[in-house]
């Protein structure tokens, strides 16, 4: 399938990828006929997609199968209305539905909007009136089944329900009944264009209400290189991306690369993440590739894995925020596994990525790819040089570049804020160094500067990792009469620690830092709390700790 889309598939370096890596395009794609449907017609019983759950049901679900059942959801969806550009949303959670009601909604030219089950009335609202979605079609748990229900009267766009179950209340639609009642389906005469929008994504909203970040039909051609150069699948691979559905990080790990590469994806559909199922999962179903953030990583290392065995486990990809090195260190002791971290954002696909043939920097995001034109650039506008931060931008020289974003609907003076002649601004701050790999600093917004230095959040939070008192933290700055802005650590203290919050505890903590990294970046302000603020995505947000200091 990758000869379909690459002028050349294999690479010996990655002077050699940089240099030769090209996607065709073809006019009007779709990646449910023109990967799906081309993967059961050509392979048929070629494994897609192995689905178990936390109550130890297992499918394996061939290309064939999933053709077949996204045609009887697309009929479904058909019979309701649903075509070309029509709003839809999918609050499933990891349910295998999901895959089917993508590839269908894609193959009717329709517009997905992926969402999260921890939405509330008032999100639910907000997205409906924002988007003007026709048709919900949810998991038919009861604590979600009530806040669409209770939505609904504000949500006069809505036409149809579709429930999963186990709950399917009156007026909604059984899918499971549904779609084996439903028409055959009948392909339109024209589902897309390329131009048209795909896929939406209503972003996490750490400094404001949620923006509608819209693909169109060629992004999941952007996600080739996530599949196949870095999570380094192939058709022989079993991938497990730890992700829900209602995120973003659900398409770029759990579908569009790795099927295109023709892998196997693996879903673990559960309600509570505990550490060990998923090395249990890992063990029993042989899975080679694994992607997850940080966080998860550093529940595994605290886990006996001598107790596992988990050989089968090849390559490993981190992403969702930036890495500590002691947890790269630490896998690694513990696996013989680098973990090779990647950067990109709702509005994008991998931009930065530690690839194959480049050797990892524990902490380091890796160095750009080949489709994205990739700058840093200072605050005073000029291209940043190697050991200064600058913001991490796009240039995109007058053309399309693939797997960008099309614009935040309904928004151009947003779209404009972001985009404008020619580049696109990520909002986050990084710095390269002399051998091209690029360090996260943290977004535009939360960088610190005191007493006339530059601290990135993160920096100061690495550190404060490595201390055994330190569960999570979030590093912001305070308005200072004399240094401008001073550092302050508002950390969640180890269960073993709690007891001992004090003063020595705190300039412990300080004097720690102070050893770690550059003791100009040491917090001077230290808080204790029970948790922190974070968005719907579980994203910290610094914004709401800093409101409170100003």
């Known amino acids: 399938m990758l000869e379909k889309f690459l002028e050349k598939t294999q690479f010996e370096s990655y002077e050699d990828f940089m240099a030769n890596f090209k996607v065709n395009i073809p006019e009007n794609f779709n990646f449910g006929y023109d990967v799906v449907d081309a993967w059961a017609e050509k392979e048929p019983n070629k494994k897609a997609l192995l689905w178990t759950n936390d109550k130890g049901e297992v499918i394996q679900f061939t290309f064939a199968d999933i053709k077949r059942e996204s045609d009887k959801t697309a009929a479904l969806f058909a019979a309701q209305g ?24 894609h193959k009717l030219g329709a517009t997905v909007i992926p969402a999260t089950h921890l939405l509330t009335e008032k999100d639910i609202i907000y997205r409906c009136e924002r988007a003007g979605i026709k048709m919900i079609v949810a998991t038919g748990d009861e604590i979600v089944i009530k806040h669409i229900q209770n939505a609904l009267p504000k949500c006069p766009s809505v036409k149809s329900l579709i429930s999963t179950g186990p709950i399917t209340p009156e007026g909604w639609i059984n ?49 080739i290189i996530t599949g196949s150069f870095w999570h380094n699948v192939n058709e022989e691979s079993l991938h497990l991306t730890l992700a829900d559905t209602g995120w973003g990080k659900a398409v770029w790990g759990k579908l569009y690369g790795q099927w295109i590469a023709g892998a196997n994806v693996f879903v673990y559909d559960f309600e509570k993440f505990e550490p060990v199922d ?35 486990l090849k390559y490993c990809t981190i992403a969702g925020e930036a890495l500590n090195p002691k947890v790269f260190e630490e896998w690694y002791k513990l696996t013989g596994i680098k973990l090779m971290e990647g950067f990109g954002q709702t509005e994008t696909t991998l931009t930065i990525a530690t690839y194959p043939w480049i050797e990892p920097k524990p902490g380091s995001m890796g160095k750009k790819g080949p489709v994205y034109d990739i700058d840093l650039i200072t605050s005073d506008g000029r291209p ?71 601290i990135g959040p993160f920096e100061v939070e690495s550190a404060l990792m490595t201390h055994p008192a330190v569960v999570e933290c979030a590093i912001t700055g305070v308005p200072d009469d004399i240094r401008g802005q001073v550092v302050k650590a508002t950390i969640v203290l180890a269960n073993d620690y709690k007891d001992k919050a004090s003063e020595e505890l705190i300039k412990e903590i300080q004097n720690h830092v102070k050893r770690v990294t550059a003791p100009y970046k040491y917090p001077r302000i230290v808080e204790f709390v029970d948790e922190l603020p974070k968005t719907i995505s579980g994203k910290i947000r610094r914004v709401e700790i800093r409101n409170k200091e100003n």
């Not at 909203?205 to 819209?214: D, F, I, N, R, S």
Request: net charge negative; charged share 25%.
């Open 384 to 454: 940043a040089e190697d050991g200064e931060q600058g913001e991490i931008i796009v240039r995109t020289h007058g053309r399309k570049t693939l797997g960008l974003f099309k614009e935040y609907l309904h928004d151009p003076q947003l779209t404009y804020e972001a985009y404008h002649d020619d580049i696109y601004h990520t909002g986050d701050v990084a710095w390269r160094d002399e051998d091209g790999y690029f360090w996260f600093v943290g977004r535009t917004d939360d960088v610190i500067k005191s007493s006339g230095y530059r």
């Open 278 to 312: 998923v090395l249990h999962k890992i063990q029993e179903f042989g899975i080679t590739s694994f992607c997850a953030p940080p966080t998860v990583f550093r529940f595994l290392i605290r886990e006996d894995l001598s107790k596992f065995d988990i050989s089968t």
């Open 82 to 105: 649903i075509g070309r550009g029509d709003m839809v949303m999918l609050i499933l959670k990891r349910h295998y539905q999901f895959w089917f009601s993508i590839v269908a909604l």
């Open 175 to 223: 899918f499971n009944e549904a779609i084996e009642k439903a028409e055959p389906y009948v392909k339109p005469q024209l589902a897309n264009t390329n131009d048209d929008i795909s896929l939406m994504y209503f972003t996490s909203g750490t400094t404001g209400e949620p923006k509608m970040v819209a693909h169109d039909f060629t992004y999941p051609l952007g996600h």
